[in-house]
């Protein structure tokens, strides 16, 4: 997979974007692990800024947008130095009716692969960057 705009549930994220926005870096916001269901949530904000967002978004100022992804029946999860504050690539594959992500970068690893993958979201907020620490 390419792009956001081909996962399921991309329906008001296609709305709010008026192109086809690639799967690439992400800055991981959170990991749910559900352990009574099969179900797993990554949520992360992306580069990419809506360019057509609804009039209720238009009334606030933001700077940042948030997706995340549902994952069902996941398998072979591996998780390696999260938290982590770095920029992970991400690579979405499907083969033989299983998807594969993969979110990366050379100090931390999220890799599984699902059944199905929901793409969840846009959300958008005013994003401060955090004053450097002496």
Known sequence: MKHWNDLDG?????????TSIAIGTVELFSIIINNNTPDTTLEFDIPEIPDSPPEKWRK??????RIGINISNIQNLTIKNIPTKGKL?????KGNNLY?????NQDSL???SADHILLCGPSV???VPEEPTT
């Open 89 to 93: 690539h991400t690579t979405i594959t």
């Open 60 to 65: 606030t100022e933001f700077n940042t947008c």
């Open 10 to 18: 991309s329906i008001f994220f296609n709305k709010v974007f008026s």
């Open 110 to 112: 999220i890799q599984f």
């Open 100 to 104: 594969t992500v993969k979110l990366y």
């Open 125 to 127: 907020y005013m994003n």
